[in-house]
C-alpha cells in the first residue's frame, strides 16, 4: 500500500492546477500547431548566443561560487537601468523567473487567505500562484486601455484587498496597454488603499517593429514606494534562461529580499554570468531587433488569415507588442469542445476559461504566434482551426 | 515617501528570519576564519570539473531549452540508484537546491498554520522556512542515536501534525546518525500517525574516509510511501550548483510536482546537463575520494585543537561525515556575547539558539570544519576562540 494521503489531499488547494497550467506544459503531439506556447521558436531564439554566453560564464573564475544574495552587482545594475530610472541597482533583487519572483512576491505581500486583486482575464499561472499562496483572486475588468480604475477603486473598497497584480503593457491575453490617463489613476487608488501594485512587465522586450515608443515601465512613476516591479529575461530568449529581476522601494524590498533567501538562497552564479555575457554581447541588440521584426509578421500573418478565414471570431485588438492574440467566440460557443477538435485536427489552442478567476462574460480563445516557424505554418494552424470551427460551430 | 507598508509589516511573519539566517550569509569580514559556512572551501570544491562540465553542457545542442518539467530523465535516474533501490526514477523530481526542495514540500505537505514536526536542534534553514511558510516548528529532542521515538509518538499525539522532518544521516548540528532499531521505529510512529517522514539527506556524499559502511537512506526502507527523500549535489560541490532531487510515491508526487511547477516551473536545463556531465566524469569519484580524506582531516585537527585548548568546551560526539561538530558551552555561558568576543578576536563561529525552536535546553556553539583552507586555519581558529573563552568565560 502507499498511503492514500488524506494529509496531503486535504492540504494542498484542490484548485492549484484548476487553470490547466501543467496540461499546457505538457509537450503536444508531434505535427501539431503549437498556437498554446508562450515561448518563442527555437529559431527565434538566440541559441549561439547563449551557447557562446554559457561557454564565457563557465570560463570565468569563481563561475560556481556563492554570488552576493541580491544578484550580480552588474546584473542589478542593467536591470535597473532598464526599469526606466527611478531603481537603482540596489534596489533590485536577481530572481530566477517570472513565475518565481511572482510567487516570492505575493507570499511576502500578502497572508494566506487574504483577497488579492488581479486582471480579468489574467493568465493562467498567475492564478495558480495565487490560489497555491492560498490567496483569494479578486477578478477586476480589463479593457483596451488596461484595468478600468473605478472597478479597481471599488474592489479595494469591498475587500480591503492590500495587493493589486497588473501587466500594463501588452497584457496577457488581452494585449491591452494601460493608458497614459489611468496610470496615474491606478498609482493613487493603490496608495489610498495602502496597497502594493505589482507591475508583472513581461513582454517589453517582445515589442514589435512597428509599435513605436513605449511607455516606461510604472515604477518610473512611482513617487511612493508603491509598486513592486518584476520583469525576466525569459521570454526574449530561452525557455531554460530563468534570470528575472524584482525591485522595490522601502521596507517592502527587505522582507521580498528575506522570502527570497529562504525559499531560494539565490540565483546559480552561472545563470547570472551568462545573462550578463549574452545582454553586454553585439548579438543581444541585433536579437532584439530580428525578434521585433518576426513577430510584427507573424501577428500580421495570423491576424490576416483569422479575418480571412474565420471571420466569426472576434478579434477586438490587435497589439504591438507580446506573443499572442485574444479572440472572442460566438456567443454559446463551447469552448472546450472547440480546443479539444482544434487539437484532434491538429492544432493546439488555449480555450479562454482559465483565464477567469470566476465566471467568464464571454467564450474566448488565445493564439500565441511566437512558437510558430513562420507564415506556412501560421496559415497551416488557421486552415485546421477552420476544420474545428466548422465541427464544432456547425 | 515611502509606503511604510503595514500591509508587509503585518503579513510577512515577523520571525521568518528571527534565526538569523540571513546575518549569517553575508560574507565574514576578511581575514576572519569561518568556522560557520555550510560550503567546502574553494579548494574542496572540483572546480576543473565544474567548469569542464559547464562548458560541455553549453555545447550540448539545446542547452538552453525546456527540459521535461520533472527534469532530464537521466538525472532523475542517477539520483533514484543513490536513493537505494526503492525509488525508480519516475518517482524522483530535479529541483533546484535543498533549501528549495523543502520549501516546495512543506508547501505541499501542510497548510499554514499547521504543526509541523522538526528535530531539536535542527538547523536554522530549516526553521525559518517552516515559519515562511506559515507552520507552527514543534521540537522533539535528538540524542545521539537520532530522534527519540516516544517523544516523536506522543508529538505526533499532542499535535495532529502530518509531517516530521528529519536528518536520518549526519544530523545538523549534533551528526547524530537514526539507529538501526530506531528507524523501522520511525516509520511505524508516523504511518499510524497517518503522517509524512521527510527526510533530509544533505550530507550523504560528504562522508569521511573512516565512515565505513553507511546506513540506507530511510526512503529505501519505507514499505508505505511515507517518506518524501531530499538529496542535494550543492554540498558537495559548490554553492551554485544548485541541484537537488525530490523523491516520494504514491498520491503526495504528483502534489509536490503541481507546487514545484507553480513556483519554479523547472530547473534550468544547463544546470542539469552540467550535472550530468560533472557525475558522469572520471573526476567526480576522485573528487569524493579527496573530499572524504580532507574532512576527516579537518575534523580530526579540529576536534584535537578543542580537546587541547577549550577543555571546558564539551564535545559528545564526533562525526564520521558532515562538516561540523556541536560543542556544549558551560552552563550559563553567554552563547551571543562569547560568539561576539569571536568574531571580535577574528573566528565566526555558529552560537547554538538558532539551532532551536523554542528555549535550549544548554549553551551550544557549532563549529564547520568544512570551509577552511587546513590543519593551519583550523589552529589559529581556535587559538582566536581561546582568546574569545578567555574574555567571555572569565
Not at 503536444?28 to 564565457?56: C, D, I, K, T, W
Request: charged letters at 20%; hydrophobic letters at 45%.
Amino acid at each position: 500500500m502507499t498511503l492514500s494521503a488524506d494529509a496531503a489531499t486535504e492540504v494542498v488547494p484542490r484548485s492549484v492546477d484548476a487553470t490547466g497550467v501543467l496540461a499546457t506544459l505538457a509537450a503536444p503531439p508531434p505535427g501539431v500547431v503549437e498556437f498554446n506556447s508562450g515561448y518563442l521558436h527555437a529559431s527565434l531564439q538566440p541559441e549561439r548566443a547563449m551557447a557562446a554566453a554559457l561557454a564565457r560564464a563557465g570560463r570565468r573564475p569563481g563561475a560556481w561560487d556563492r554570488p552576493p544574495i541580491e544578484g550580480l552587482p552588474e546584473l542589478r545594475e542593467w536591470f535597473a537601468r532598464g526599469m526606466g530610472g527611478a531603481i537603482t541597482a540596489a534596489e533590485v533583487l536577481i530572481t530566477s523567473g517570472g513565475q518565481s519572483a511572482l510567487t516570492t512576491t505575493l507570499r511576502a505581500l500578502a497572508p494566506p487567505g487574504a483577497p488579492v486583486l488581479l486582471e480579468s482575464p489574467t493568465y493562467p499561472g498567475l492564478l495558480a500562484i495565487a490560489r497555491a499562496a492560498g490567496l483569494r483572486p479578486v477578478p477586476v475588468p480589463v479593457d483596451t486601455d488596461g484595468v478600468r480604475p473605478e472597478l479597481l477603486e471599488a474592489a479595494f473598497r469591498a475587500t480591503g484587498a492590500r495587493v493589486f497584480v497588473c501587466q500594463p503593457l501588452f497584457q496577457n491575453p488581452t494585449g491591452a496597454v494601460l493608458s497614459a490617463e489611468r496610470r496615474p489613476e491606478v498609482l493613487r487608488i493603490a496608495r489610498e488603499a495602502g496597497a502594493f501594485v505589482v507591475e508583472d512587465d513581461f513582454v517589453r522586450r517582445l515589442v514589435h517593429e512597428d509599435a513605436g515608443p513605449l511607455p516606461t515601465p510604472l515604477t518610473a512613476d512611482d513617487r511612493d514606494g508603491v509598486v513592486v516591479h518584476v520583469c525576466s529575461l525569459t521570454k526574449a530568449t530561452s525557455p531554460s534562461f530563468r534570470v528575472s529581476a524584482l525591485a522595490a522601494r522601502g521596507p517592502v524590498l527587505e522582507r521580498l529580499r528575506a522570502i527570497q533567501v529562504v525559499d531560494h538562497f539565490f540565483v546559480p552564479r552561472p545563470l547570472q554570468e551568462a545573462a550578463l555575457e549574452l545582454v553586454g554581447s553585439p548579438a543581444w541588440p541585433r536579437h532584439l531587433r530580428t525578434v521585433a521584426a518576426e513577430l510584427r509578421d507573424r501577428r500580421d500573418a495570423l491576424a490576416a488569415a483569422l479575418r480571412l478565414r474565420l471571420p466569426e471570431l472576434a478579434l477586438p485588438h490587435v497589439p504591438v507588442g507580446g506573443y499572442h492574440l485574444w479572440l472572442r467566440l460566438p456567443d454559446g460557443t463551447d469552448e472546450l469542445g472547440l480546443a479539444a477538435a482544434a487539437l484532434r485536427a491538429g492544432v493546439a489552442v488555449a480555450p479562454g476559461r482559465p483565464y477567469f478567476a470566476a465566471e467568464p462574460p464571454a467564450a474566448h480563445l488565445r493564439l500565441s504566434f511566437a512558437a510558430l516557424a513562420g507564415a506556412g505554418e501560421i496559415a497551416e494552424g488557421v486552415r485546421r482551426l477552420r476544420a474545428a470551427c466548422d465541427e464544432v460551430l456547425g
